[in-house]
């Protein structure tokens, strides 16, 4: 591949990354705006474009027929009706992420490109994540957010009780999982008393923990392999460690 030719490469892959960080920037930390802008109740169908330079905009269709790129999916706004915000979402970056490819290799059809041209821009283009993961993954984690926050707030009151046993969420971490809901900046502390007993790695926001009667120690659910349904039940909780120590002991005693 020559010089040249390897300039206009980069080049429509760059056109084809500002169109894609457009399209992402209304799909996800724009999404409020985006969905506004998309009221059915105008009777026209809109398009989703994305711009080389990072923007995006809500338009109705070129008047220029054939246009000179291709355009977006048509009638996003009628495709608002009737279903759920997240859903529309992923909805429109599907379309998106087949429109960005079509304007890449018009552009690439345009300057002549050759299979190997080609297949450099296609290979440039798919080391990236798509507009329609990238979507899922923002859905995905606020609704993790969302559930974790309704788990701390159900279970604040049964950890600031002084009730161990079965508990969810230690009560320092209800302190730190208030503060990040609230954009809080605090940073929480390094200490040892932080760390799964079984594992040793630190707690996550939304997590199962459980807190072991005898010896103090928090844990993960999975790790110690009691579920949040079993932990409800009980009265008391002993980790496996502590158990084997009591079997050692009570063993000896017989002796």
């Known amino acids: 591949m020559n010089s040249a030719m390897t300039q206009k490469v980069e ?39 994305g711009f080389p330079n990072e923007t995006w905009g809500v338009n109705l269709p070129n008047d220029e027929v054939p246009p000179q790129i291709p355009e977006p999916v048509v009638g996003i706004n009628f495709a608002r009706v009737g279903i759920q915000e997240k859903d529309w979402l992923t909805f429109v970056a599907l379309h998106s992420d087949s429109w960005l490819l079509s304007v890449a290799f018009c552009f690439a059809a345009k300057f002549g490109f050759d299979k190997f041209s080609r297949k450099h821009l296609f290979d440039k283009i798919n080391q990236l994540p798509t507009v329609y993961d990238i979507v899922i993954g923002m859905i995905n984690k606020r609704t993790k957010e969302k559930s974790s926050a309704t788990n701390v707030s159900s279970h604040n009151s049964q950890s600031q009780s002084g009730s161990k046993s079965g508990a969810l969420i230690p009560a320092r971490y209800l302190k730190s999982a208030r503060a990040e809901e609230e954009g809080s900046e605090e940073e929480e502390e390094d200490n040892p008393d932080e760390v799964c007993g079984k594992c040793n790695e630190y707690y996550s926001l939304g997590e199962f923990w459980i807190c072991c009667d005898e010896c103090d120690k928090w844990f993960h659910g999975k790790c110690v392999k009691v579920t949040e349904a079993e932990a ?20 000896q005693t017989k002796k």
């Not at 409020?32 to 398009?47: E, H, I, R, T, V």
């Not at 409800?232 to 063993?251: L, Q, V």
């Open 11 to 49: 080049d429509v892959f760059r056109d084809f990354k500002g169109r894609r960080a457009g399209v992402i920037r209304a799909l996800t930390t724009e999404s409020d705006d985006f969905y506004l802008q998309c009221d059915p109740g105008n009777k026209q169908a809109l398009c989703l474009f």
């Open 232 to 251: 409800t039940n009980m009265k008391r909780y002993t980790c496996p460690s502590c158990s084997s120590s009591g079997k050692k002991s009570r063993a």
